[in-house]
C-alpha cells in the first residue's frame, strides 16, 4: 500500500528558526491520524509543506505521489484544506463562495447545495458570509474543504469555535471520509476528544518529531501507570496503602476515595488486591489519556535521559 | 486559462456586491456630466467641436482620478487578501500564483472599463441628445480617449499590485500607493518643469524631455490624447507642441502597453516569491 502522505527527513527553516526539524513520516490511505503540539511547534508549518505553500529546505515531500510545491496540480483537487481560523470574503453568499471554490476544482456547482445541508448551512446559504458567526464560518470551511471527496484532508484546529452537538457531526463526516479511505490529518488542542477518533497520533514539539503511532503504541512506549480509584468507607480508608503499598504509590483524594498509580503489568494484581480485601466499595481504572502522553513526550524531550 | 476566468469573475462579482463598480460608474458619471455642460461655457457657443472641449477635459480629469481608483482597487489585492487569510485558501487549491494574479486584473480591469465607458459614454451621449453636431473625427479621438483611458487605468492597476505584492502590510501599501499617486501626477510634472526652467535649454535636448515624458505614464497618456489629433490639440493649447513632439501615436500607445506589462511581470514574479 502506497502512503497518501510521505515526508523524508523534512526541514524547514525561517530565518534562523527551525520550523520542522528531519521530519519522517508516511501516512497510508483510511487513517485518521491526530498532530499534536503546542502553537509553534511546527504543526501548521508541516501542513504548508504537504500543500506545497512553502519548500522544504531540505528533504522530500510526496502527496498522494506528487510533490506538492512543484506547480502540478493534480493532486491538489483531491485535497481538501482548512487553514486554522479559516477566512471568506464578507462580501459574498455561503452559495457564491463554494460555487467559486468548485470551479477551481472543477467539480459540479450544482451539487454544493448538498454540502451545504450537510454541514447545516442550508437555511443561511444565501447570506452573506459577513454576517456568520465563527462556529458558521467553521461550518462553511469544513464544506469547502470537502468539495469533490478529497482523498486527503488537511484540517488545522478544526474543531475550535464549534459547540459540542457541531463536533459531533463535525467527527462523524471524517468518519465516513475515513471508511472511503480518505487520509485525514488533524491538528487539534482538544486532544481527549482526539483519542477515540485517531488511529494514529504524531506529537510535535519545536519542530521535531517526539513520538508517532497509535495510541495504545504510545502508551506502551511511555509506560505511564495506570491510576486506579478506590473508594471505600472512611475507616478502612487508611489500611489500603498498606496492601497496596508495596506496588504503587497511594494519594487520598478525598473522604473515601484513594487513588493509586500502578505500572500497566500490576493492574490486575491490584485489582486481585481489592477483591481480595473486601471492603472496597467501588473502583475505577483511568488510563493515560492522550494528555499524559503528550506531557510525557514533550517532557523526555526537555530532559534525555 | 480557465482558471483566470474563474478569479476575474469573482473579483467583478465582488466588485459588484461592494458597490465599487456602482460608485466609481456614478463618480466618473457625475463628473463627466458636468464638465461636459459647465466645462463647455466658457468658451461661450462652442458648436462643432464640442466634443473635443470635452475631449480635452476629460482627460485631464482621468489622469488625476483614474489612477487614483485604479491604486485604491489594487493596492490591497495581495496583502489586504494575506492579511485575511483568504489568500491562504485559495493557494491551496489547483491555481498558480501568476493565475491568480492575471485573473485579478483582468477582473479589475473589467470593472475599471465598464465604469469608464458608461460614464464617458454619458457624457458624450448627452451631448449628442443636445443637438451638438459632433463629427465622425471628434468620436475617434473621444473612442481612443476613452480606450487608453483604460490603458492609463490597467497600468495603476499593475503598479498597485506590485506595491501590493512587495508591501509587509496592508498600511505600509496604501501608503505607497498615495506616494506613488502623488509622484506621477503631480510631484514629476512639477520637478520636470522646475528642471526645465533651470536648464534653459542647455543640456536637456528635445530627446531627453521626450524621453522623461514617456518615463510618466500619465505624460505619455496626456500627450497620446492631446496632441494625437488635430482637432483636440488647438483646444489644448498643445497645437505648438503636436508638432515638435517627435512622439507618434505608436510610440505613446507601445510606452503605456509597456507601463502595463512591465509592473504586471515584476508584481507575479515578487507573488510567486513571497512566502505564506
Sequence with gaps: ?305 | MRNILIVAGKEIQEGLRNRWVLATTLLLAGLALSLTFLGSAPTGNVGVRALDVVIVSLSSLTIFLLPLIALLISHDAIVGEMERGTMLLMLSYPIGRWQVMLGKFVGHVAILAFATVLGYGAAALALALTGAVVDAASWLAFASMIGSSILLGAIFIAIGYLVSALARDRGTAAGLAIGIWLLFVLIYDMALLGLLVVDQGKIISGGALNALLLLNPTDAYRLFNLTGFASVSTFAGMAGLAGTAGLGPRVLLATLAAWVFLPLALATFAFSRREL
Aim: charged share 20%; aromatic share 4%.
Design chain 1, 1 to 305: 500500500m502506497t502512503a497518501s502522505i510521505n515526508l523524508q527527513d523534512v526541514t524547514r527553516r525561517f530565518g534562523a528558526i527551525e520550523a520542522v526539524r528531519a521530519v519522517s513520516l508516511a501516512l497510508p490511505p483510511g487513517e485518521t491520524v491526530a498532530l499534536v503540539g503546542h502553537n509553534g511547534a511546527g504543526k501548521t508549518t508541516l501542513m504548508k509543506l504537504m500543500l506545497g505553500l512553502i519548500h522544504p529546505t531540505a528533504g522530500t515531500v510526496q502527496v498522494l505521489g506528487e510533490n506538492p510545491a512543484a506547480g502540478q496540480f493534480a493532486a491538489r483537487r483531491r485535497l481538501g484544506y482548512l487553514p486554522e481560523s479559516v477566512a471568506f470574503n464578507t462580501a459574498l453568499t455561503a452559495r457564491e463562495t463554494l460555487a467559486f471554490y468548485a470551479r477551481l476544482k472543477r467539480e459540479p456547482v450544482a451539487r454544493m447545495g448538498d454540502l451545504l445541508d450537510r454541514v447545516g448551512l442550508g437555511a443561511a446559504a444565501d447570506r452573506r458570509v459577513g454576517t456568520y458567526s465563527k462556529g458558521m464560518r467553521q461550518r462553511l470551511g469544513l464544506a469547502q474543504a470537502l468539495i469533490g471527496a478529497p482523498a486527503v484532508m488537511l484540517l488545522d484546529e478544526p474543531t475550535t469555535g464549534l459547540d459540542p452537538a457541531l463536533r459531533h457531526s463535525f467527527y462523524e463526516i471524517i468518519q465516513e471520509l475515513r471508511d472511503r479511505g480518505a487520509t485525514v490529518l488533524l491538528s487539534s488542542h482538544a486532544l481527549t476528544e482526539l483519542e477515540e477518533r485517531a488511529e494514529r497520533v504524531i506529537i510535535m514539539n519545536r519542530g521535531i518529531m517526539v513520538a508517532n503511532g497509535s495510541v495504545d503504541d504510545l502508551r506502551r512506549i511511555a509506560c505511564l501507570p495506570v491510576r486506579i480509584r478506590i473508594a471505600a468507607p472512611a475507616d478502612s480508608l487508611a489500611a489500603i496503602p498498606e496492601w497496596v503499598g508495596p506496588i504503587g504509590t497511594c494519594r487520598r483524594i478525598n473522604g473515601h476515595v484513594v487513588e493509586v498509580q500502578v505500572g500497566l503489568e500490576q493492574k490486575i494484581e491490584v485489582l486481585k488486591r481489592s477483591v481480595a480485601h473486601g471492603t472496597v466499595d467501588d473502583l475505577d481504572i483511568v488510563p493515560p489519556t492522550l494528555d499524559d502522553l503528550y506531557a510525557h513526550f514533550l517532557m523526555s524531550q526537555e530532559m534525555p535521559a
